[in-house]
T-cell receptor
Framework: NAGVTQTPKFQVLKTGQSMTLQCAQD?????MYWYRQDPGMGLRLIYY???????DKGEVPNGYNVSRLNKREFSLRLESAAPSQTSVYFC????????????FGQGTRLTVV | GDSVTQMEGPVTLSEEAFLTINCTYT??????LFWYVQYPGEGLQLLLK?????DKGSNKGFEATYRKETTSFHLEKGSVQVSDSAVYFC?????????FGTGTSLTVIP
């Protein structure tokens, strides 16, 4: 049982390049999330998806787009990478409902030069 | 809006010392509360949770009690080990949204 799988684990981009971070979960969760983690900032929500076919902006959506391809997969796209997007990105998933916890992937460490 | 405030770090303790990491929250409604742990280079893992007032979550010797009257969910462990060195995050969930604290780094020295 893999849980939440993110690819790639590491990536270096040049300013202006684009890329897609992939995330897949095998727990049949309805909700999926993308966070970025920066030193001293904790986790900040970029986008989330409450169910297949729906997506909503989080706290820091600028410069990102997402696709909820199906129930399992939720991708994050950087159209034109900027140095300010250097961060560690985490995908998470959860069952619907207040009492259910999030399960996290291992993270993608992205550096934009 | 909903938010979590947790103790600033870093925290350094000797092995077998008592640990407390403070966490307070602001929320409308009836949130669930969580503690997550992050080891270097890894994602966050659930450590424990509590879903209603006065519930105590516990796991691996760690405990936290959901205190509605003080809006707190402090993490405690009676005797820390070197292997407990990690970053600890307090979080709350309302509806389908999670709100995380900024994390507290713990280092346990032998």
């Amino acid at each position: 049982n893999a849980g939440v799988t993110q690819t790639p684990k590491f990536q270096v981009l040049k300013t202006g390049q684009s890329m897609t971070l992939q995330c897949a979960q095998d727990m049949n969760h309805n909700s999926m999330y993308w966070y970025r983690q920066d030193p001293g900032m904790g986790l900040r929500l970029i986008y989330y998806s409450a169910s297949e076919g729906t997506t909503d902006k989080g706290e820091v959506p600028n410069g990102y787009n997402v696709s909820r391809l199906n129930k399992r997969e939720f991708s994050l796209r950087l159209e034109s990478a900027a140095p300010s997007q250097t961060s560690v990105y985490f995908c998470a998933s959860a069952w619907t409902g207040t009492s259910t916890e999030a399960f996290f992937g291992q993270g993608t460490r992205l550096t934009v030069v | 809006g909903d938010s979590v405030t947790q103790m600033e770090g870093p925290v350094t303790l000797s092995e077998e010392a008592f640990l407390t990491i403070n966490c307070t929250y602001t929320a409308t409604g009836y949130p669930s509360l969580f503690w997550y742990v992050q080891y270097p280079g890894e994602g966050l893992q659930l450590l424990l949770k509590a879903t209603k007032a006065d519930d105590k979550g516990s796991n691996k010797g760690f405990e936290a009690t959901y205190r509605k009257e003080t809006t707190s969910f402090h993490l405690e462990k009676g005797s820390v080990q070197v292997s407990d060195s990690a970053v600890y995050f307090c979080a709350l969930k309302t509806g389908n949204q999670f709100y995380f604290g900024t994390g507290t780094s713990l280092t346990v020295i032998p």
